[in-house]
C-alpha cells in the first residue's frame, strides 16, 4: 500500500503563489501516475492536474496556464507550483497515486485565497 502526505497548503491572496508538495512511501509501483485533485465547497472532487509515468501533464481546465505539476528529483515526490491564485481555487487538495494494483488518496491540505 503506498502512503501519501500533503503538505505547503495555507492562505494565500489572491494573485499570489504557492507551493504543493507530496510525498509517496511504501510499495511504489514504478510505472504509476499522480495528481491533484480538490474538493469545491459544493462537494465535488474535481481533477486539478495529473502526470503520467512518461511524464505527460493534463490539467483541469480551470486552472490550465496558473498550475504546474512536476515530479521532483527525491524520488516519489510530488509538486503543484499554483499561480495567479483566484478565491474560487479555495479547497481541500488532495494527492492522488494509481498504478495496477494502487489508488491511494493523502489526507488533504486546505488551500484557502483570499479575496
Known amino acids: 500500500q503506498v502512503r501519501l502526505v500533503e503538505s505547503g497548503g495555507g492562505l494565500v491572496q489572491a494573485g499570489g503563489s504557492l507551493r504543493l508538495s507530496c510525498r509517496a512511501s511504501g510499495s511504489i509501483e514504478r510505472l504509476n501516475s499522480m495528481g491533484w485533485y480538490r474538493r469545491t465547497p459544493g462537494n465535488q472532487r474535481e481533477l486539478v492536474a495529473s502526470?503520467?509515468?512518461?511524464?505527460?501533464?493534463t490539467y483541469g481546465d480551470s486552472v490550465k496556464g496558473r498550475f504546474t505539476i512536476s515530479r521532483g528529483n527525491v524520488k516519489n515526490t510530488l509538486y503543484l507550483e499554483m499561480s495567479s491564485a483566484k478565491p474560487e481555487d479555495s479547497a481541500v487538495y488532495y494527492c492522488n497515486f494509481r498504478s495496477y494494483r494502487d489508488n491511494s488518496w493523502g489526507q488533504g491540505t486546505q488551500v484557502t485565497v483570499s479575496s
Open positions: 502526470i503520467s509515468a512518461g511524464g505527460t501533464a
